[in-house]
T-cell receptor, first 112, second 115 residues
Framework: GDSVTQMEGPVTLSEEAFLTINCTYTATGYPSLFWYVQYPGEGLQLLLKATKADDKGSNKGFEATYRKETTSFHLEKGSVQVSDSAVYFCALGTGGGNKLTFGTGTQLKVEL | DTGVSQNPRHKITKRGQNVTFRCDPISEHNRLYWYRQTLGQGPEFLTYFQNEAQLEKSRLLSDRFSAERPKGSFSTLEIQRTEQGDSAMYLC?????????????FGPGTRLTVT
């Protein structure tokens, strides 16, 4: 079945450091890929998406590229801020209903 | 632009009781989804509706769970004879078709605690 594997957290970085959160997936067909973010005390928010191979999704300085050959969708940001501290979820969408299959989430903590 | 709303936000119930949660989607969205999230895990798909039709149910959705969307607007999720294992955050999402895929927007969730 469909599955998503994310790097385990927590990840602790200093402000302005480079961020990579790894995400790999297993799916039949051509899923859409998503990153969601959950800030403390808030609900899940869509961060970015990609719908086909080699697409790059980007938002708020975050980027991720849909790599079909490596079945990956790694999240990157060049310079993190304290305000980026949150839990990040990688997800794939499949089927006519585009139901989402999520990874377990990666907690990011950014310190001054 | 109001987002997805869910009520109640928190529910504490005794084992064996029935509970019902409500979700109001973004008004122009015709698809509505329910997910369950336990601590330290990602959300797991339960079911989804297109308008009033329930089109898919996960095998996670046991016979004690039922979801409805009677007029294609709000939805309810009922759990009968609750068990301690039902304690979780129940998330609702609605979606719009944008950029070659359905983007799902989530509500704040209803946290259920079964004692």
């Amino acid at each position: 079945g469909d599955s998503v594997t994310q790097m385990e957290g927590p990840v602790t970085l200093s402000e302005e450091a480079f961020l990579t959160i790894n995400c790999t997936y297993t799916a039949t067909g051509y899923p859409s890929l998503f990153w969601y973010v959950q800030y403390p005390g808030e609900g899940l928010q869509l961060l970015l998406k990609a719908t086909k191979a080699d697409d790059k999704g980007s938002n708020k300085g975050f980027e991720a590229t849909y790599r079909k050959e490596t079945t990956s969708f790694h999240l990157e940001k060049g310079s993190v801020q304290v305000s980026d501290s949150a839990v990040y979820f990688c997800a794939l969408g499949t089927g006519g209903g585009n139901k989402l299959t999520f990874g377990t989430g990666t907690q990011l903590k950014v310190e001054l | 632009d109001t987002g997805v709303s869910q009520n109640p936000r928190h529910k504490i119930t005794k084992r064996g009781q029935n509970v019902t949660f409500r979700c109001d989607p973004i008004s122009e969205h015709n698809r509505l989804y329910w997910y369950r999230q336990t601590l330290g895990q990602g959300p797991e798909f339960l079911t989804y509706f297109q308008n009033e039709a329930q089109l898919e149910k996960s095998r996670l959705l046991s016979d004690r769970f039922s979801a409805e969307r009677p007029k294609g607007s709000f939805s309810t999720l009922e759990i009968q004879r609750t068990e301690q294992g039902d304690s979780a955050m129940y998330l609702c999402a609605s979606s719009s078709y944008r950029g070659a895929t359905y983007e799902q927007y989530f509500g704040p969730g209803t946290r259920l605690t079964v004692t």
